[in-house]
């Protein structure tokens, strides 16, 4: 298993291999926020009324040392500049455990067991997520002008007998399965050349007006209800008004096998599905 921190700036800290070794840590454990309401007179129990995750603070042990004194010197100031680094920018950095995903800070350290004489030294770090999920992205590219191959999908025009021809997928459907056990959060980016990009996921519609050129890409992102174009000269274009208000553009991406539809002649598109859990998945 993977574990490891990786900063903004793509610096990563492998937490599994020296000079960086994992001893303990409380970052699989999770709890969930509610208010309530008592029942009175002779009812027992109550009401829930909002349950949620508020700002999660956690811990993690490391054991840092290595071969030389210089080795193990540099070791220490390069944690404390890719962690540091994300504090000063305001922008959280991710903990890794396999393919799952913590944004956090690490915004305290306590030391022991060190001395300028040594090259060993245990850290308890800790760590704060204003978001505290695990999540893992799964992306798929829905491609201009693509056809999707029967054999791809499984369950389109097949004989119980052998035929010499293979038939394909309208051009404009395809299928998005998502292995989760709740509706997604979720990322689309639309690549232009194209005017007034539509897609229908499960029947939904996500719509936006707008003219994209080449070079230009529309970024969807249900997680801040944001909608961006890019333009190709570096602009940005806000559009969060240009949306189809009559079909809401954030609605999350339902659990299980999800068809697609929209016009591959007039653009492609990537959609990237953000699983969360509060606690990473547990495979072998």
């Keep these: 298993m993977e574990i490891y921190y990786k900063n903004n700036s793509g610096q990563v800290l492998d937490l599994m291999r020296w000079p960086y070794k994992l001893r303990d840590s409380e970052i699989l454990g999770y709890e969930w926020n509610y208010t309530g309401t008592e029942n009175t007179g002779t009812k027992s129990g109550g009401t829930i009324s909002v349950i949620r ?21 540099q070791a220490l100031d390069y944690f404390l500049s890719v962690t540091e680094a994300d504090i000063l920018n305001n922008t959280p950095g991710r903990l890794y455990v396999g393919d799952y995903y913590y944004l956090c800070y690490i915004y305290g350290s306590d030391k022991k067991e060190w001395g300028y004489m040594n090259s060993f030294l245990e850290n308890k770090v800790k760590l704060v997520s204003p978001y505290p999920f695990w999540c893992r992205e ?18 389109f025009l097949y004989y119980p007998f052998g035929y010499a021809y293979r038939y394909s997928f309208p051009r404009n459907t395809g299928f998005m399965s998502n292995d989760h056990y709740a509706p997604c959060d979720f990322q689309m980016v639309v690549y232009g050349p194209c005017e007034d990009p539509a897609v229908r996921i499960n029947g939904h519609l996500y719509e936006v007006t707008a003219v994209l050129y080449t070079g230009d890409y529309l970024k969807i992102d249900s997680r801040d209800n944001t909608v961006v174009q890019y333009r190709a000269d570096g602009r940005k274009v806000n559009l969060f008004n240009m949306r189809n208000k009559d079909s809401s553009l954030f609605e999350k991406i339902p659990a299980g096998r999800c068809s697609v539809t929209w016009s591959t002649e007039a653009f492609g598109f990537d959609l990237t599905l953000f699983q969360e859990r509060s606690e990473p998945r547990w495979i072998l």
């Design 53 to 73: 995750k508020k700002i999660a603070k956690t811990t993690l042990t490391l054991a840092i040392t290595s071969r030389g004194k210089g080795e193990y010197l």
């Design 138 to 155: 799964l992306t798929k590219s829905f491609l201009q002008g693509n056809p999707v191959s029967a054999r791809e999908t499984d369950t």
